[in-house]
């Protein structure tokens, strides 16, 4: 904000260089972005946060500089001359969305006479950045630069019946603004009405129709109060911002609405003449309540590194105007925030303020930091070991937002909204539910890359579901949140299968993992998945139901979602080394015909069975279904793998062992060996 010094002084005493002023403002957290020469003037650009509105005006910034050198502030005049009438006379005030606009005050002026605004008005809104209009429209952009109130003036003769309605926009309804930008109105959108249309966007900017122009006489002045979040979302909308909206964005007094209006009013009489109403028509639905916030003196002291008296924080807080109370038992303080504080209300808040005050710079610096290097966290560390490990299998890591959509969740869990954790927020209409699988997010992420051309997709996830159960039987659903990983791969689903084995290998050795067939909601082909027995998670190919809802077009993922908590264990733990086996192994591969009802599961089970020690591993190859092979049967591929750790095995051994497995075999699946 562009601040003219000369202004300034207006409301405290500058008797300090301009350098000095930069360094107090500097230190207080307004930096100076730029000085410039404005005539005899200087004109500081002072940076304002987005959580200081009420210093987005010259008693703003004043009342700061008050606060840090114990000057008075001093607060403008407010006298004006009264008709004989209350203002009720003229005009009404309803406010139909009481949510978004808590406060409209209006006032009524007659007799002004619109004309340039004197010398002295004029220079010091061309210096602060505002271009000078006409008397009364620069009486309100002078009230708003000095007060940070906006406010509007209607040409009162325009207002039908002269009345004025708050309320959401009718769809249909347009308006040209006062810039000549023609604006669709939408019903989400908050206008200013009179009694058949609107005069004004509420917060952004009046109509063009009812501005005030030369012909002006009669004036209805409305100074008000409307919700930051309509007027910024209006204001995107329509693709139009103003000096007003700027400020309603980052909140106005409420309470100072009144004192305000009459400020104004005070102007607009002292440049242009006329008579104002008596009083106003205020509707105010709900009072504003000052928060009243605590402070430990020993918590300000322990953050801020040095010791603060009573006193000096009495003192302080007295000059922020937030009315201290000490109770010298406790050492805690007791603040009444100032209505234009929106940003206070914690007791950091509090901190931050007797910090800044009082000066950064008293707080000791130490000539050598010492960092204490921290273990790593164990469970960061077999994450981060996880992640990695997948990595270079070839799957990248997707970083999904944590809510989902009601079909997308009821279709993977097959839970209702009503069983899923959500957010209250009206706005988020599609995407409310805290999500219970992390499927969803990686199949979308999988669509999305299809859309854009990439193929052979592969993607994991290791973040946190959150689920509602019933505890023990009772009716009131607790909150479970577990931490899961989840893979998807385009292609054959031995691709994630493999990666998941070979994690859990990398790991532990001895871990043994196992998948168990199972129906599942989202895939054609399913499987629970056991660590050394423990149920652990699902894995499965995607159905062709599951590929529709998530807008997969000819593509069916292999998929797997497991708890994350029993891989920390073996991720954390150390892997004994093994010495290298001193004997080759020898692989045998067998094609088997089996009915089309047998498992691989019976298959393996059967092989480890009979098989004797020497046998290392199996490995399941293909299946095929076809000529020669006959309906109801499929052939099915594996490989084996022997070892003897005291010797070279000999094929006739082998053979031996092959012989013992396929009898086996046949015994309990029906199995013939095919012949190639």
């Known amino acids: 904000m562009k601040i003219s010094l000369e202004w300034l002084n207006e409301y405290i005493d500058l008797d300090m260089s301009v350098s000095e002023i930069e360094e107090i403002l500097t230190n207080l957290g307004f930096p100076i972005e730029d000085t410039e020469a404005f005539g005899d003037d200087t004109v500081l650009d002072v940076e304002v946060t987005s959580n200081r509105g009420d210093c987005l005006s010259y008693i703003g910034i004043a009342r700061e500089l008050a606060a840090a050198t114990g000057k008075n502030l001093k607060m403008p005049a407010v006298t004006f001359e009264t008709l004989d009438a209350e203002t009720s006379r003229f005009t009404d005030v309803n406010i ?60 009162y003769a325009k207002l039908e019946e002269g009345r004025i309605v708050v309320r959401n926009a009718v769809p249909g309804e347009e308006l040209i603004s006062i810039d000549e930008t023609k604006c669709e109105l939408k019903p989400d959108m908050l206008v200013i009405a009179d009694a058949s249309k609107p005069v004004a966007i509420a917060g952004v900017m009046g109509g063009l129709e009812t501005e005030v122009s030369e012909g002006t006489t009669k004036i209805l002045l409305e100074t008000a109060q409307f919700a930051p979040v309509t007027v910024r979302s209006t204001g995107r909308g329509l693709g139009i911002s103003s000096e007003s909206s700027f400020r309603f964005e980052r909140h106005v007094d409420t309470e100072a609405i009144d004192w305000a209006s009459r400020r104004i009013v005070h102007l607009m009489t002292l440049t242009g003449g006329g008579k104002a109403a008596k009083n106003s028509v205020d509707r105010y639905p709900v009072k504003h309540e000052q928060k009243k916030v605590s402070m430990r003196l020993a918590r300000l002291n322990s953050l801020i590194g040095f010791d603060f008296s009573p006193e000096e924080v009495t003192d302080i807080f007295t000059r922020l105007d937030f009315r201290p109370e000490y109770n010298a038992k406790t050492n805690v303080f007791i603040c009444t925030c100032p209505t234009w504080r929106h940003d206070l209300s914690r007791e950091i808040d509090l901190i931050e303020e007797a910090a800044r005050v009082a000066g950064y710079d008293r707080i000791p610096l130490e000539k050598r930091i010492c960092i204490d290097v921290a273990k790593p966290d164990p469970r960061q560390a077999a994450t981060v070991k996880i992640a990695d490990y997948l990595n270079s299998c070839g799957f990248y890591e997707a970083l999904g937002i944590t809510f989902t959509d009601e079909k997308t969740s009821m279709h993977l869990t097959g839970n209702s909204a009503e069983m899923h954790l959500a957010v209250k927020d009206a706005t988020r209409k599609t995407n409310g539910l805290l999500r219970q699988t992390l499927l969803g997010t990686l199949l979308s992420t999988v669509q ?154 019976e298959i393996e089970s059967t092989i480890i069975k009979k098989a004797p020690q020497e046998l290392e591993k199996i490995e399941f190859i293909d299946i095929y279904r076809g000529k020669p092979i006959e309906k109801g049967k499929k052939s099915v591929t594996l490989s084996m793998r022997f070892r003897d750790e005291d010797g070279t095995l000999k094929n006739e051994a082998v053979d031996g062992y092959i012989e013992t497995i396929f009898a086996g075999l046949k015994e309990k699946t029906n199995a013939v060996i095919r012949e190639q």
């Not at 808590?102 to 809104?125: D, F, H, Q, T």
């Not at 264990?569 to 009802?597: C, G, H, M, Y």
């Open 96 to 155: 139909a969305v009481s949510e978004l606009c808590n406060r409209y005050a209006a006032r009524y002026i007659e007799g002004v006479k619109i004309g340039p605004s004197p010398e002295w008005m004029s220079r010091r809104l061309e210096a602060s950045g505002v271009r000078s209009i006409n008397n009364i429209v620069d009486s309100t952009n002078y009230a708003m630069l000095e007060t940070g109130q906006p406010s509007h003036a209607f040409d």
């Open 448 to 601: 999305y890359n299809h859309n854009v051309g990439n193929r052979d997709c592969r993607f994991f996830e290791i973040s946190d579901t959150f689920e509602l159960r019933n505890h023990k039987g009772s009716k009131n659903p607790v909150l479970e949140e577990k931490t899961r990983l989840a893979m998807v791969a385009d292609g054959d689903f031995r691709i994630v299968k493999g990666a998941l084995e070979t994690l859990i290998q990398s790991l532990d050795r001895t871990a043994k993992l196992e998948f168990k067939e199972a129906d599942l909601r989202w895939a054609q082909a399913g499987a629970e998945i056991l660590l050394n027995g423990s149920p652990i998670g699902f894995a499965g190919i995607i159905s062709e139901k599951t590929a529709k809802v998530m807008s997969l077009k000819d593509s069916h993922p292999g998929a797997i979602e497991i708890d994350l908590e029993p891989l920390l264990p073996l991720a954390s733990s150390l892997n004994q080394i093994t010495r290298l086996p001193k004997f080759p192994a020898v692989d045998r591969d067998l094609s088997l015909i089996v009915n089309e009802d047998v498992k691989w599961s």
